[in-house]
């Protein structure tokens, strides 16, 4: 029997289940996996260009010399070793005043965003997120069955004035939003970095308005021209949870991330995820241990930058040479994404099975908003590929879209989907900013 199964259980779900949606992103791996398909869509990290042979004999002696512990139970907060190497790893970025008391290791950087939730969401509760914003995040935030209220970027980041607009929104409606959720640094979807500048506002607003921060890091040390500017939690202490993971820098099959926290709310974080996972894989946490002690990790993540530089600069030039008239995009200085805007009238979700059948996938622009706008807007990776594979997907792209906006001069309106909503750029800005091509 073939067609949709019938679900006999939906009256006895929780009611967090029943506003929960499938992940565009996830819902589209199985056809951008095939082989004949440029993928533009996911944000999986080149694993090629790690030494893989000796990764590989790195993990067999692990198995052999320390399974009797590695195979075994763990503790909740995760190994004391680990827990110092992600203070080092920390320093690098310029977080020098975290403990390793203060550190919880967790299952990939989605978790530390579930444990948080957990501990700070109830029903109803209000979340500040950037529009557009990580589309993991919607789902915990939804899974909570918290509001996510968008707040407006441009190209340099989260803007202070509408944050502050954001939290009196709030306010005015007698609520008080839990916190912040932030990704200043290479942002994902949109690729834009928080100024210097705008991090001390950001702070400061946050500090008087009693509001938490999340600053989400995956990305932070993929930086293609210098150092990144400081995270958040390297410019205050109390009141920001620092989140990042081992799955952009190393190896995301290990599923090892990890939450800073300030002190007093480490030992809630433990018991949660205690309560979750039990605890995080011992093996897991040994492999990361292991590599970061006696493998050339700071090295492997220069390769990393000139990589994903190259990859950068060719989805870029092939956009300058082949998108349409009208087309915007960002210019990341680090990370995996480019975040495009599309002539008028097109509609990135609408679009999307007419490109598949063009052999090419991207993340339509409404899986990172909380309300489902963004249909004029599309993520684009290019961490995957290789430069010559970006080109040719973008070849690709770009004559679906020269279709539909063929499509659009015959048929007019009718093209439009109910609900199209713009968003330029990063945000929802009147006109793109400086660094749109």
Not at 47 to 55: F, H, Q, R
Not at 194 to 212: F, V, Y
Request: glycine fraction near 10%; charged fraction near 20%.
């Amino acid at each position: 029997m073939t067609g949709t199964t019938q679900d006999d259980y939906t009256d006895r779900y929780a009611r967090r289940v029943r506003g929960m949606t499938t992940s565009e992103i996830r819902a589209l791996f199985a056809v951008a996996s095939r082989p004949e398909v440029v993928s533009l869509a996911g944000g999986s990290p080149y694993i090629a260009a790690l030494p893989l042979d000796a990764v590989g004999e790195m993990l067999g002696d692990l198995a052999s010399q320390q399974g009797a512990t590695s195979l075994q139970y763990g503790i909740g907060q995760g190994t004391i070793e680990l827990r110092e190497r992600i203070c080092e790893v920390m320093s690098l970025s310029g977080i020098t005043n975290a403990s390793p008391d203060d550190v919880v290791v967790t299952v990939g950087g989605q978790q530390a965003l579930d444990l948080l939730a957990r501990l700070f969401l109830d029903p109803g509760d209000v979340v500040l997120a950037e529009g557009p914003t990580y589309v993991g995040a919607l789902g915990v935030f939804q899974a909570a069955q918290a509001q996510v209220r968008h707040v407006a970027m441009d190209d340099e980041g989260l803007i202070p004035a509408a944050l502050e607009e954001a939290i009196r929104a709030t306010a005015r409606e007698g609520r008080q939003a839990k916190f912040l959720y932030t990704i200043p640094t290479f942002q994902n979807p949109a690729g834009v970095t928080l100024s210097d500048e705008r991090r001390e506002q950001i702070l400061d607003i946050c500090e008087r308005a009693g509001l938490l921060v999340v600053e989400d890091d995956p990305y932070g040390m993929l930086s293609f021209s210098g150092d990144a500017p400081l995270p958040l939690r390297a410019r205050r202490r109390d009141g920001v949870f620092y989140c990042s993971t081992f799955s952009k820098t190393f190896a995301p099959g290990l599923r090892v991330g990890w939450v800073l926290a300030p002190h007093a709310v480490r030992e809630k974080l433990v018991m949660m995820s205690e309560a979750n996972v039990l605890c995080p894989s011992a093996f897991a946490q040994a492999a990361v241990t292991q590599y970061l002690s006696t493998m050339p990790w700071r090295e492997q993540i220069k390769v990393y930058r000139e990589i994903y530089r190259e990859r950068r600069d060719a989805l870029l030039g092939a956009m300058e040479d082949l998108m349409p008239a009208g087309t915007t995009w960002t210019r990341p200085t680090g990370g995996l994404f480019v975040w495009a805007t599309l002539p008028e009238g097109l509609d990135s979700k609408a679009m999307m099975p007419r490109a598949i059948a063009a052999r090419v996938a991207y993340v339509p622009g409404t899986g990172f908003y909380a309300d489902g706008t963004g249909r004029g807007n599309m993520r684009l990776n290019f961490s995957f590929s290789a430069p010559e594979r970006l080109r040719e997907g973008v070849r690709r792209l770009s004559g679906v879209m020269e279709q539909e906006l063929a499509m659009r001069a015959v048929f007019g309106e009718a093209g439009l989907q109910p609900g199209h909503q713009r968003r330029r750029g990063p945000a929802a800005a009147d006109a793109p900013g400086p660094d749109l091509a």
